[in-house]
């Protein structure tokens, strides 16, 4: 309960200081690379030389600093839930309005302009609906692949928004240190 | 460097990648469970416990501890290194323990679950 209460400051911290949050990940990010520059010297290259291959080896600062900050500016909670509330109660509130104005008197021109309103609200809320259908379409694909008790349960909820991530990269090497291709081409 | 989308040498489609980034977040918990690390120490770490097979990519280490810090299961502060740099240092949380203790034991499954499968003759 407290992580959750911390991770929902966090939120509101990181949409509030945008910039707060891009230099402490730059500084992260910075510490990395010195970290691995002198391990790289340590390993018998020049200063030069490790500082060259600590970033090369860190990869596109830009998208790993965008990717982190885009997270910490993401809700710390499923937000479907509160998305589907939403949608309802503005179905909810539209509906009425346009009953209000359907069934108020219309023989005036206050009655025309009314029926008028009420037309216009409800192609709105048709828009609308269609939209977020369609949009629930594209993000919903059926989770495939291995289903697995829990394990699908908690895939499942990292996938709404692991997608923006960019994938897991790990390296599997074997006793004489390659790489699964090198593997495949080498034997 | 190769993502582990390509272990193998076949794209894996999305839902498995997901699977897979599972398997990084139980790593990093894992990783963290030893002790507070700062970001360059748990890819270290990771590296040490599996005795140098497992290497994780920094393109997908730090989105890995920001997510992970954001749905609550690990929580940093900057503190100072053993170089005596400024550093940010990541550790476990309660939440973070639970969550560590149900994707091994759902890895444990899932890897006894296709071993299973593969001694089928």
């Known amino acids: 309960m407290m992580s959750k209460i911390k991770a929902i400051i966090s939120f509101i911290h990181a949409m509030r200081c945008p910039d707060e949050i891009a230099r402490e990940v730059e500084a992260e990010f910075r510490f990395h690379i010195e970290m691995r520059t002198r391990a790289n010297i340590e390993n018998g290259m020049t200063p030069d030389e490790g500082r060259h291959a600590a ?49 108020a008197p219309h023989h005036d021109l206050m009655g025309v302009l009314r029926q008028l309103v009420a037309i216009a609200i409800l192609t709105i ?23 697995f008790g829990e394990t699908v349960q908690a895939n499942n909820s990292l996938t709404s928004d692991t997608s923006r991530a960019p994938s897991a990269k790990i390296t599997a090497y074997d006793e004489q240190g390659r790489t699964p291709v090198e593997r495949m081409f080498k034997s | 460097m190769l993502p582990l989308d390509y272990l193998g040498g076949y794209p894996l489609p999305k839902s498995k990648a997901s699977l897979l980034q599972g398997t990084l977040d139980m790593l990093i918990l894992k990783a963290l469970s030893l002790g507070a690390l700062h970001g360059y120490g748990v890819g270290q770490r990771i590296a040490q416990i599996s005795g140098d ?19 609550g299961w690990i929580e940093s502060e900057w503190g100072v290194s053993e170089n005596n740099q400024r550093a940010k240092f990541y550790k476990l949380t309660r939440a973070g323990r639970k969550q560590l203790i149900i994707e091994e034991q759902n890895w444990e499954r899932l890897a006894g679950a296709t071993i299973k499968a593969l001694r089928v003759v």
């Open chain 1, 55 to 103: 970033v090369q080896s860190f990869g596109d600062f830009e998208r790993i600093k965008n990717s982190c900050c885009e997270t910490r500016r993401s809700l710390p909670f499923d937000s479907t839930l509160l998305r589907m509330g939403l949608h309802i109660t503005i179905a909810v509130l539209a509906g009425s309005a346009a009953l209000w104005a359907v069934n």
């Open chain 1, 125 to 147: 809320l048709f828009i609308f609906v269609r939209r977020a259908r369609s949009r629930q379409r594209l993000a919903g694909e059926p989770a495939s692949g291995i289903l």
């Open chain 2, 53 to 71: 097979v497992l290497k994780i990519e920094e393109g997908s280490l730090y989105p890995g501890l920001y997510r992970l810090e954001q749905r």
